[in-house]
């Protein structure tokens, strides 16, 4: 089982641009978590899905979409990047909602926007 | 809105020595978990607590969950270089569960060999 991969693992854009992060589990996973990492914030969910077909917002929403077509995979869409998207993004998944487990960490996709 | 807050931020000990790391919220968690990094690497899952005053222990790691619900403190019994890195506490919330967890900033642990 390759568990939580992400893809890219860097990416440099410039402001304006578009870009799609794939976040793909092989652990038959029903929920899928997107977050961003800044230094000294700890991990920040952006969007989370609990099924196939269904997304719901995290704290900070605002600049990014997310897509649940399939449900190994989990999409992250950023329409028009800015500086302040900078940051690294991790996927995560885990069996059924947070309470009960553990959640499965990806490698993490390093975005720089200039 | 629901914060846990995680403190502190760095240390920095001799190997050897012990090491502590505490995460308050400001709402009643009907569970926490912890999750340590290494450099640049990504979280992994070491515990979760769920019973008020639940205490767990992983070798030199022992975990306690306050008897509120709302403190949690990870302690490090000797620690070595395998130690090093960034310790978060995540917490969920006991109303309008969503399916969120809210994690604290993290205490990166420094050990000088």
């Not at chain 1, 978590?33 to 995290?58: C, F, N």
């Not at chain 1, 990047?81 to 993004?89: C, D, I, K, L, R």
């Not at chain 2, 619900?69 to 309008?96: E, M, R």
């Given at each position: 089982?390759a568990?939580?991969?992400?893809?890219?693992?860097?990416?440099?854009?410039?402001?304006?641009?578009?870009?799609?992060?794939?976040?793909a589990?092989?652990?038959?996973?029903?929920?899928?978590?997107?977050?961003?990492?800044?230094?000294?914030?700890?991990?920040?969910?952006?969007?989370?899905?609990v099924?196939?077909?269904?997304?719901?917002?995290?704290?900070?929403?605002?600049?990014?979409?997310?897509?649940?077509?399939?449900?190994?995979?989990?999409?992250?869409?950023?329409?028009?990047?800015?500086?302040?998207?900078?940051?690294?993004?991790?996927?995560?998944?885990?069996?059924?909602?947070?309470?009960?487990?553990?959640?499965?960490?990806?490698p993490?996709?390093?975005?720089?926007?200039? | 809105?629901?914060?846990?807050?995680?403190?502190?931020?760095?240390?920095?000990?001799?190997?050897?020595?012990?090491?502590?790391?505490?995460?308050?919220?400001?709402?009643?968690?009907?569970?926490?978990?912890?999750?340590?990094?290494?450099?640049?690497?990504?979280?992994?899952?070491?515990?979760?607590?769920?019973?008020?005053?639940?205490?767990?222990?992983?070798?030199?790691?022992?975990?306690?969950?306050?008897?509120?619900?709302?403190?949690?403190?990870?302690?490090i019994?000797?620690?070595?270089?395998?130690?090093?890195?960034?310790?978060?506490?995540?917490?969920?919330?006991?109303?309008?569960?969503?399916?969120?967890?809210?994690?604290?900033?993290?205490?990166?642990?420094?050990?000088?060999p």
């Amino acid at each position: 089982n390759a568990g939580v991969t992400q893809t890219p693992k860097f990416r440099v854009l410039k402001t304006g641009q578009s870009m799609t992060l794939l976040c793909a589990q092989d652990m038959n996973h029903e929920y899928m978590y997107w977050y961003r990492q800044d230094p000294g914030m700890g991990l920040r969910l952006i969007h989370y899905s609990v099924g196939e077909g269904t997304t719901a917002k995290g704290e900070v929403p605002d600049g990014y979409n997310v897509s649940r077509l399939k449900k190994q995979n989990f999409l992250l869409g950023l329409e028009s990047a800015a500086p302040s998207q900078t940051s690294v993004y991790f996927c995560a998944s885990s069996l059924a909602g947070p309470k009960s487990y553990e959640q499965y960490f990806g490698p993490g996709t390093r975005l720089t926007v200039t | 809105g629901q914060q846990v807050m995680q403190i502190p931020q760095y240390q920095h000990v001799q190997e050897g020595e012990d090491f502590t790391t505490y995460c308050n919220s400001s709402t009643t968690l009907s569970n926490i978990q912890w999750y340590k990094q290494r450099p640049g690497g990504h979280p992994v899952f070491l515990i979760q607590l769920v019973k008020s005053g639940e205490v767990k222990k992983q070798k030199r790691l022992t975990f306690q969950f306050g008897e509120a619900k709302k403190n949690s403190s990870l302690h490090i019994t000797a620690t070595q270089t395998t130690d090093v890195g960034t310790y978060f506490c995540a917490g969920h919330v006991s109303t309008g569960n969503t399916g969120k967890l809210i994690f604290g900033q993290g205490t990166t642990l420094q050990v000088k060999p």
